[in-house]
Structure formats: structure tokens, C-alpha cells
């Protein structure tokens, strides 16, 4: 059980494995103090002679911290979102280069799908239409805008058919948080 304590700012809190307050004045004062006084030379000159320390330190820190770990994330992620997208399309565009193959299966896998399910007697210019009519939102909201199938072509249930009446305009969050569930227009 973790022992509270009052601190020098008159809060109660538990102290650290290290001795300091962890109330939230406390912490927020120490990243100020962090901001304002960076790493000395030295730190970082200890830090590079003793990468395997630092390393093992870091390591065992977060293995006791874990749950502390995760809000610290929570919180840069949500305060840094242009950042947290440019890492995923990072990550994205790195997956894709190392896994040549089984990307290429999968984008295979839907063109095939989508050519099986595109019947002879389908409106192609129709489709053309909502197609351009994405591009067009895309560009005039600047927000990215995608054509979805309300009836999934590979759904688990049911697959629909590449046709106009099958074909709505979402923008890219709400087609990629869709998956292949069945949504309406």
C-alpha cells in the first residue's frame, strides 16, 4: 500500500521510489523546471559513456511504471495530433516497404473483389460521377473524403456489388473507422 504524505506545496501525495512528491503541482513544476534547465553537458556526456546503465535504468523504470507510462503517452498524443498522424503515415508507408508481398495480396485481393462484383450492366460513367464528386470535397473542405460501399464487397455476412446505388461519399475517418460493417447513407 502506497503511503500519502504531505508535500511542500500543502498537497497529499505519494512519494516516488526516489523520494519526490508525486502530486500534480510537484510534477508540474518539475517539467517546468525541466523545460528551463535542460540536460547539463555532463548528463549527457555521462548518458553517452554509459549507454548500457542508461539503458537498464530506463528499462527498469518503466517496467515499474507502466500504467504512468501509458498516460504520459495518452496525454502527448492527444496534445500532438499532426504528430501522431505523420507517425502512423510513417509507420504505414514503412509496413508497406517491408512487407511488399502481402500488401500487394491484399490491394490484388480488392481489385479482384471489386472486378467480380462489378456486373456488365453497371452505370460506369454514374460511378465516375461519385468518384469525382469525392475528389471534388476533398479539395473544397480539405479534408480527405473516400468512396465507400455501404454493403461491404468482402463483407463477413453479406458483399455487395460495385454499382452506383451501392457507392457513398464518407470522409477517410469515417470510411477507415467503418471497416466492413454495413452502413447506410
Same mark, same amino acid.
Not at 9 to 19: D, H, M, Q, V, Y
Not at 148 to 165: E, I
Given at each position: 500500500m502506497k503511503v500519502l504524505v504531505a508535500c511542500k506545496?500543502?498537497?497529499?501525495?505519494?512519494?516516488?521510489?526516489?523520494?519526490?512528491?508525486l502530486c500534480?503541482?510537484?510534477?508540474?513544476f518539475r517539467s517546468a523546471y525541466r523545460k528551463a534547465n535542460p540536460r547539463t553537458e555532463y548528463q549527457k556526456q555521462w548518458i553517452a559513456a554509459n549507454k548500457d546503465k542508461s539503458a537498464a535504468y530506463q528499462k527498469q523504470w518503466l517496467a515499474a511504471n507502466k500504467e504512468k507510462r501509458r498516460a504520459i503517452e495518452k496525454a502527448w498524443r492527444t496534445s500532438?495530433?499532426?504528430?501522431?498522424?505523420?507517425?502512423n503515415a510513417k509507420a504505414g508507408a514503412k509496413w508497406a516497404s517491408n512487407n511488399k508481398g502481402q500488401r500487394m495480396a491484399s490491394v490484388r485481393a480488392r481489385q479482384a473483389a471489386k472486378k467480380s462484383r462489378t456486373p456488365a450492366w453497371t452505370d460506369l460513367d454514374a460511378m465516375a460521377?461519385?468518384?469525382?464528386?469525392?475528389?471534388? &470535397?476533398?479539395e473544397e473542405t480539405g479534408v480527405p473524403h473516400e468512396v465507400?460501399? /455501404?454493403?461491404?464487397?468482402? +463483407?463477413?455476412?453479406?458483399?455487395? &456489388?460495385?454499382?452506383?446505388?451501392n457507392l457513398q461519399?464518407?470522409?477517410?475517418? /469515417?470510411?477507415?473507422?467503418? +471497416?466492413?460493417?454495413?452502413c447506410a447513407a
Open positions: 506545496r500543502g498537497n497529499i501525495a505519494e512519494r516516488s521510489a526516489s523520494g519526490h512528491c500534480v503541482d510537484c510534477l508540474a500532438n495530433p499532426e504528430k501522431v498522424a505523420a507517425m460521377a461519385i468518384y469525382r464528386e469525392a475528389a471534388r &470535397l476533398t465507400d460501399h /455501404a454493403l461491404p464487397l468482402q +463483407g463477413l455476412v453479406v458483399s455487395g &456489388l460495385h454499382v452506383p446505388n461519399i464518407l470522409s477517410r475517418s /469515417a470510411n477507415r473507422s467503418k +471497416g466492413i460493417k454495413i
